[in-house]
């Protein structure tokens, strides 16, 4: 049973308990004691027992709506960080590359609360932030479905883009929770901010990258995925690193890490202070009706 119940039924209990204590014995026989809360009182000692009942009132108001407006505020942000270079056309992923990105990527914003934020930023020649953090889903898949490639894959920069936007965010939410997932198929082609520095950024920020390779992958240069490179950034951030040959690969990694983050990047505040000092508030007032003399 939860604590909070158990308050419940003890305050419960103990009005009850306030209220046959304010019993007096009826001065003409057959008739029906008074209670204490109904004898005649002078006005102000009537009107005394409202301030802790008032109090209790705005404990309860500031404990449901005041901290559902301090969530909305600092409601979790994840950055989708995507690379859009030329290689994302290939087609060993069917249907290409790209087009699994965006059905994985759509995936991952059904497992989300509604609450949480949702941030787009792309790379391949130059990074560029497409939305900003949002909880209207449909801005991130419209902009999904608009992407185009062009050559380059600065994978440093794209990655500096999206922490820009979580530091923007928390310049007004400092302890706002915020990931993101960074997807590449090929390597770093010269970001202006190194990827190894963007990482340790997001590790100071403890911001974790997800680090997701789609494709071929090689180690060193060549064609595919840079795989120590992605595992690099996951490992410096505090994130993880995942690889997928097929769309469905794809998608289950991209659903699995919205269930997962779900979870660690949910923000409960605490309105059990609030509720418990209402509680009290209320017991005061129910004593003050009972024993109160007139």
Request: glycine letters at 8%; a negative charge.
């Amino acid at each position: 049973m939860s604590p909070l119940v158990i308050i419940v039924l003890v305050v419960v209990a103990l009005l009850v308990l306030a209220y046959l204590a304010g019993l007096r014995p009826a001065p003409v026989s057959g008739r029906r004691p008074t209670p204490g809360l109904l004898r005649r009182r002078s006005k102000w000692r009537r009107v005394l027992p409202l301030l802790p009942l008032l109090a209790a009132v705005g404990c309860l108001v500031y404990a449901f709506s005041g901290f559902r407006l301090d969530v909305q505020e600092a409601s979790p942000v994840i950055m989708l960080v995507l690379d859009v270079s030329d290689s994302m056309n290939a087609t060993d992923v069917a249907p290409d590359r790209l087009t699994a990105a965006e059905t994985a990527a759509r995936a991952f914003l059904d497992e989300l609360p509604p609450e949480f934020r949702v941030g787009l930023t792309t790379f391949a020649g130059a990074a560029q932030l497409v939305v900003s953090p949002t909880q209207v889903r449909e801005d991130v898949v419209d902009a999904l479905e608009g992407l185009t490639t062009s050559k380059g894959t600065v994978i440093g920069d794209g990655l500096t883009e999206a922490l820009d936007s979580v530091e923007e965010l928390r310049s007004a939410a400092p302890e706002l929770p915020a990931a993101a997932l960074l997807l590449s198929d090929g390597h770093d082609t010269g970001s202006r901010v190194p990827p190894v520095q963007a990482a340790t950024r997001a590790a100071s920020l403890e911001v974790p990258v997800f680090t997701i390779v789609v494709g071929r992958v090689t180690e060193g240069e060549g064609p595919g995925a840079d795989l120590g490179a992605l595992e690099s950034i996951a490992n410096t951030s505090g994130g993880d690193t995942y690889t997928a040959e097929t769309s469905n690969e794809l998608t289950s990694i991209y659903t699995d890490l919205g269930s997962t983050l779900s979870v660690e990047l949910e923000v409960e505040p605490s309105t059990t202070p609030f509720v418990v000092a209402a509680i009290a508030l209320t017991v005061l007032a129910g004593l003050m009706l009972v024993f109160l003399p007139r």
